[in-house]
């Protein structure tokens, strides 16, 4: 069976070994990049900078979260806001495959400019299993390419560090709680964010609606799992689609988006099931949703589809 | 008397309230750590390879293979035989179609045929074994994706103490349609006739559904199954 210290160990030995100068690290604020900063932090001390990046695509309160947390870590780290530049160079975009490969090159310029401001040539990612298995390459399709392996430019001027390649959403769990990290936990969340859950182009306007709707689901899950009334799911959010549909609101017609609700329970996220929420919960998630915007969404679904054939973001 | 072991832990004292960071005693994972301590005989090492074909599933092989205490690397299927150590192969799934792209299972063929040692194809490394050996691979007329039940129809040394219906989690757009001479069919689905099989007397199996991910019953299990062949053969 795997074994967290005995990894923590090699791995930090590997670090101090191989990698010689400064580096920098993408840090999100989730379990993979936290654990990944936590043991390329040991080895290198002050020579690591953790770079969070602010997308624009984040959940509600997340920068400001994830900012404490990392100061909680102990690394050093900066938080760079580039939404701007990133809402611009999605604009138009529908492809989801387009989506995550202008937002993956995004990173890695902010990545870059950064890492030349520090003086780093390493560039250390937490790049997890299924983020290459997925994003293919060689004789293995292409899934969907990660931000952090498919959205890589090929003219990457800095030496990649991927300490947890080979491991999985479970196995960095356990690592994580070995070194005591407060996000081991945490339920994953993809690099793109709420770009990748907005079905259509990602506008300053699309991303508010997924962004309240996520933390609606977010929050009445949690709590119903809290109350014991279920079982907290492996991953749980919300998507906005572009299918619109007729409701009535105040005796007067209304034609609004759709939210789909999907929260699936998964071991190491290459297959899912779809979880089995109790239906008052999703009844009070779609009363609050589409309640606290109805100028927006008239309609709430709940995704019943496992991984395979389904995947468990939709893009 | 029984056998005692004595085991010493030292606490973690929290440093402002000066209590135990970690209720060790009530622990259930300490528990397990004194389990641990009685260690069984030193076993065999076993050296099982996956063989990629491309497969989203290939890793998680090579994982199982790791966490049941095998040595085991990923290897590419057009690494040549003679540079090939291993006391079993497993050749993985793959997005090449059985009959449209053959030449992308690589050297898979050189393996069933001169490897000389247990091997277990999943999914399109079942459906290639099939029609290499002679037997037919083709369409699915209802391609299975995701939770379905399988039916074990044959023990065998595989399926070794299983429940005769388990689920197992699939992906195929192909299946074996006709097995090649010598091969018996040990397990069925609703609408995969073929789910797994076996050669009668040479240690070549072959599994349309994945064993090696999570969601798929006793999968654990199978793999286990699959290190006592290897390890039998081995012996013998």
Same mark, same amino acid.
């Given at each position: 069976?795997?074994?967290?210290?005995?990894?923590?160990?090699?791995?930090?030995?590997?670090?101090?070994?191989?990698?010689?100068?400064?580096?920098?690290?993408?840090?999100?604020?989730?379990?993979?990049?936290?654990?990944?900063?936590?043991?390329?932090?040991?080895?290198?001390?002050?020579?690591?900078?953790?770079?969070?990046?602010?997308?624009?695509?984040?959940?509600?309160?997340?920068?400001?979260?994830?900012?404490?947390?990392?100061?909680?870590?102990?690394?050093?780290?900066?938080?760079?806001?580039?939404?701007?530049?990133?809402?611009?160079?999605?604009?138009?975009?529908? !492809?989801?495959?387009?989506?995550?490969?202008?937002?993956?090159?995004?990173?890695?310029?902010?990545?870059?400019?950064?890492?030349?401001?520090?003086?780093?040539?390493?560039?250390?990612?937490?790049?997890?299993?299924?983020?290459?298995?997925?994003?293919?390459?060689?004789?293995?399709?292409?899934?969907?390419?990660?931000?952090?392996?498919?959205?890589?430019?090929?003219?990457?001027?800095?030496?990649?560090?991927?300490?947890?390649?080979?491991?999985?959403?479970?196995?960095?769990?356990?690592?994580?709680?070995?070194?005591?990290?407060?996000?081991?936990?945490?339920?994953?969340?993809?690099?793109?964010?709420?770009?990748?859950?907005?079905?259509?182009?990602?506008?300053?306007?699309?991303?508010?609606?997924?962004?309240?709707?996520?933390?609606?689901?977010?929050?009445?899950?949690?709590?119903?799992?809290?109350?014991?009334?279920?079982?907290?799911?492996?991953?749980?959010?919300?998507?906005?689609?572009?299918?619109?549909?007729?409701?009535?609101?105040?005796?007067?017609?209304?034609?609004?988006?759709?939210?789909?609700?999907?929260?699936?329970?998964?071991?190491?996220?290459?297959?899912?099931?779809?979880?089995?929420?109790?239906?008052?919960?999703?009844?009070?998630?779609?009363?609050?949703?589409?309640?606290?915007?109805?100028?927006?969404?008239?309609?709430?679904?709940?995704?019943?589809?496992?991984?395979?054939?389904?995947?468990?973001?939709?893009? | 008397?029984?056998?005692?072991?004595?085991?010493?832990? !030292?606490?973690?004292?929290?440093?402002?309230?000066?209590?135990?960071?970690?209720?060790?005693?009530?622990?259930?994972?300490?528990?397990?750590?004194?389990?641990?301590?009685?260690?069984?005989?030193?076993?065999?090492?076993?050296?099982?390879?996956?063989?990629?074909?491309?497969?989203?599933?290939?890793?998680? !092989?090579?994982?199982?293979?790791?966490?049941?205490?095998?040595?085991?690397?990923?290897?590419?299927?057009?690494?040549?035989?003679?540079?090939?150590?291993?006391?079993?192969?497993?050749?993985?799934?793959?997005?090449?179609?059985?009959? &449209?792209?053959?030449?992308?299972?690589?050297?898979?063929?050189?393996?069933?045929?001169?490897?000389?040692?247990?091997?277990?194809?999943?999914?399109?490394?079942?459906? #290639?074994?099939?029609?290499?050996?002679?037997?037919?691979?083709?369409?699915?007329?209802?391609?299975?994706?995701?939770?379905?039940?399988?039916?074990?129809?044959?023990?065998?040394?595989? #399926?070794?103490?299983?429940?005769?219906?388990?689920?197992?989690?699939?992906?195929?757009?192909?299946?074996? &349609?006709?097995?090649?001479?010598?091969?018996?069919?040990?397990?069925?689905?609703?609408?995969?006739?073929?789910?797994?099989?076996?050669?009668?007397?040479?240690?070549?199996?072959?599994?349309? #559904?994945?064993?090696?991910?999570?969601?798929?019953?006793?999968?654990?299990?199978?793999?286990?199954?699959?290190?006592?062949?290897?390890?039998?053969?081995?012996?013998?």
């Amino acid at each position: 069976m795997f074994n967290a210290d005995k990894f923590i160990e090699e791995e930090t030995a590997r670090l101090e070994r191989e990698v010689k100068g400064k580096a920098i690290i993408g840090a999100s604020g989730g379990v993979d990049s936290t654990v990944c900063a936590a043991i390329v932090g040991k080895a290198l001390g002050e020579r690591l900078l953790a770079v969070y990046v602010d997308t624009g695509f984040m959940r509600k309160g997340e920068t400001a979260n994830v900012d404490k947390m990392l100061r909680r870590l102990g690394v050093n780290h900066i938080v760079v806001d580039a939404s701007d530049e990133y809402f611009t160079a999605l604009k138009g975009v529908i !492809e989801p495959e387009t989506k995550r490969k202008i937002i993956g090159e995004k990173f890695i310029r902010v990545f870059e400019r950064e890492a030349k401001k520090f003086g780093a040539e390493y560039l250390v990612q937490g790049t997890i299993a299924p983020d290459w298995i997925e994003s293919g390459g060689g004789i293995r399709d292409t899934i969907k390419s990660h931000h952090n392996v498919g959205g890589l430019p090929k003219d990457l001027n800095l030496i990649l560090v991927e300490p947890l390649r080979d491991l999985y959403k479970d196995e960095v769990r356990k690592v994580a709680r070995a070194l005591k990290i407060e996000v081991a936990e945490k339920q994953p969340f993809p690099g793109p964010a709420l770009a990748i859950r907005i079905m259509g182009e990602p506008t300053r306007e699309s991303v508010e609606i997924v962004r309240e709707a996520c933390a609606i689901a977010e929050e009445e899950i949690e709590k119903a799992a809290a109350a014991g009334k279920m079982k907290l799911p492996w991953q749980y959010f919300a998507v906005l689609l572009p299918v619109r549909s007729v409701g009535v609101q105040g005796d007067i017609r209304a034609y609004g988006y759709t939210i789909a609700v999907r929260a699936v329970d998964s071991v190491d996220a290459m297959t899912a099931n779809y979880s089995k929420i109790p239906h008052d919960v999703l009844e009070q998630i779609s009363i609050r949703i589409t309640n606290k915007m109805k100028d927006k969404v008239n309609r709430v679904v709940y995704d019943v589809t496992n991984k395979p054939p389904s995947t468990i973001e939709w893009e | 008397m029984a056998d005692q072991v004595d085991l010493y832990i !030292e606490l973690v004292l929290d440093g402002t309230s000066g209590r135990p960071l970690y209720d060790w005693l009530s622990n259930r994972q300490s528990l397990h750590l004194a389990e641990d301590l009685y260690l069984p005989a030193v076993p065999l090492i076993m050296r099982i390879l996956v063989v990629d074909n491309g497969g989203q599933w290939t890793h998680r !092989e090579w994982r199982v293979l790791r966490d049941l205490g095998v040595e085991s690397e990923i290897i590419a299927n057009t690494t040549p035989l003679e540079n090939i150590k291993a006391d079993g192969l497993v050749l993985s799934g793959g997005s090449p179609r059985v009959g &449209l792209d053959q030449e992308k299972m690589g050297k898979c063929g050189d393996y069933i045929d001169k490897a000389g040692v247990p091997i277990l194809g999943i999914c399109a490394g079942h459906q #290639f074994m099939a029609t290499h050996l002679g037997g037919k691979a083709g369409p699915s007329k209802i391609p299975e994706f995701g939770k379905m039940m399988v039916t074990i129809d044959s023990e065998d040394d595989l #399926f070794k103490g299983l429940p005769e219906t388990l689920v197992a989690w699939e992906s195929h757009n192909d299946e074996v &349609l006709e097995m090649p001479p010598d091969f018996v069919s040990l397990a069925h689905s609703d609408n995969c006739k073929i789910q797994a099989m076996k050669h009668t007397s040479k240690p070549l199996y072959g599994l349309q #559904f994945h064993p090696e991910v999570e969601h798929t019953d006793n999968g654990y299990e199978m793999f286990q199954a699959f290190i006592d062949i290897c390890e039998a053969y081995k012996k013998a």
